[in-house]
């Protein structure tokens, strides 16, 4: 298995540009996860789904972000417009359905910055 | 305060024994676990210990739980220049599941020659 494919690996985008970050999660996982990690404020939880089905989005920073599932294969991130204090690694992370062993399998990350 | 908490940098020296502290307050997890974040990448499962279990060894890795003081610690023997990295503690849901993990803010271990 190939893993969580995330894209694009960095992404450099002035202010006020909008910003998609995709995710292809692990064949057979039922959950999905959206983090960004900051220097100031560690790893946050923007928002998870499971069975493509948004569950908890109360770490969206803001009505900026936006975040879609449409199939089990593919979400998105997505940032309109960008602002400076966006920049970050967003990471995505998927996980096998409830009741086992928990452990959620990271992608390499998208570095955003926002200039 | 914050629900897992964990020292921000740790250094020590090649060969010694790293040992990173967490304490966390919701005494109800299932399990706890340690995640690693190596430089440029994701994060990844290192180790667990489930919360009916004190100890855990696993090879150079030592896992100690003290669930009457909230305590987790890790122990890392014979620290070698690969295990430079950021290693998060983080708390299970008390069921289990996928959904209910609560991360640390992570531990920068920095090795010296």
């Known amino acids: 298995d190939a893993g969580v494919i995330q894209s694009p690996r960095h992404e450099v985008t002035e202010m006020g540009q909008e910003v998609t970050l995709r995710c292809k999660p692990i064949?057979?996982?039922?959950?999905l996860f959206w983090y960004r990690q900051t220097m100031m404020r560690g790893l946050e939880l923007l928002i998870y789904?499971?069975?493509?089905?948004?569950?908890?989005d109360s770490g969206m920073p803001e009505d900026r972000f936006s975040a879609k599932m449409p199939n089990a294969s593919f979400s998105t991130l997505k940032i309109q417009p960008s602002e400076p204090r966006d920049s970050a690694v967003y990471f995505c992370?998927?996980?096998?359905?409830?009741?086992?062993?928990?452990?959620?399998?990271f992608g390499p990350g998208t570095r955003l910055t926002v200039t | 305060g914050e629900d897992v908490e964990q020292s921000l940098f740790l250094s020590v020296r090649e060969g010694d024994s790293s040992v990173i502290n967490c304490t966390y307050t919701?005494?109800?997890?299932?399990?706890l676990y340690w995640y690693k974040q190596e430089p440029g990448a994701g994060l990844q499962l290192l180790t667990y210990?489930?919360?009916?279990?004190d100890m855990k060894q696993d090879q150079r890795l030592t896992v100690l739980l003290n669930k009457k003081d909230k305590h987790l610690s890790l122990r890392i023997a014979d620290t070698q220049t690969g295990d430079s990295a950021i290693y998060f503690c983080?708390?299970?849901?008390?069921?289990?599941?996928?959904?209910?993990?609560?991360f640390g803010k992570g531990t920068h271990l920095i090795i010296q020659p």
């Open positions: 992370a998927s996980s096998p359905r409830q009741g086992r062993l928990y452990e959620q399998y």
């Open positions: 064949s057979g996982h039922d959950y």
């Open positions: 789904f499971n069975n493509n089905v948004p569950i908890d």
């Open positions: 919701d005494s109800s997890s299932t399990y």
């Open positions: 210990i489930f919360s009916n279990m």
């Open positions: 983080v708390r299970g849901a008390p069921g289990g599941g996928a959904d209910g993990l609560t």
